[in-house]
């Protein structure tokens, strides 16, 4: 799970890159970071994957200690 990564990389710095509508949700994700004291910067680009007609957002989350 997220939760068990972030645990495990907790005294590293983490770069996530993640679709929109995946799970866990853009704001599950967040709290999950927070929970266990990470900063967090979310960068948001529209983005058209090759296989898909519709538009998506790609989410960069970029944390810190």
Not at 36 to 57: D, F, I, M, P
Request: charged residues 35%; proline residues 2%; aromatic residues 10%.
């Amino acid at each position: 799970t997220f939760e068990k990564l972030i645990e495990k990389f907790n005294d590293r710095t983490i770069v996530l890159s993640y679709q929109s509508d995946g799970l866990p949700s853009k704001d599950e994700l967040l709290e999950i970071f927070k929970k266990n004291g990470k900063k967090v910067k979310v960068y948001e680009k529209e983005h058209r994957y090759a296989l898909s007609a519709k538009k998506s957002t790609e989410l960069l989350f970029i944390t810190m200690n």
